[in-house]
């Protein structure tokens, strides 16, 4: 996602509540092998929703998933402890 590129992630709880994947990338069934092939193709054939998930992908990690903003929450943990 920092480097500018959509992700494809397994469809599961702990990831689907925490990412905002709607615009940045896809989720999969893990189980299901021509599931994840069918959308990685998709995604090749699809140049413009490819660039579009890929910008949207480092603009969530440069104001959400960064360091700046995940150590404050390490550093609440810790102090929680």
């Known amino acids: 996602m920092a480097c500018g590129k ?5 469809d599961i709880w702990p990831i689907r509540k925490e990412i905002e994947f ?9 189980n299901n092998l021509e599931e994840i092939v069918d959308k990685i193709e998709a995604y ?3 140049h413009k929703q490819l ?8 603009k969530l990690v ?6 700046e903003r995940e ?3 390490l550093l ?3 102090d929680s402890i």
Do not use: M, Q, T
């Open 6 to 10: 959509p992700f494809v992630f397994s």
């Open 22 to 30: 709607e615009n940045c990338g896809i989720l999969v069934n893990p």
């Open 44 to 46: 090749l054939k699809d």
């Open 51 to 58: 660039r579009e998930h890929g910008i949207n992908a480092r």
């Open 62 to 67: 440069e104001e959400k998933y960064n360091w």
């Open 71 to 73: 150590s404050i929450k």
């Open 76 to 78: 609440e943990l810790i």
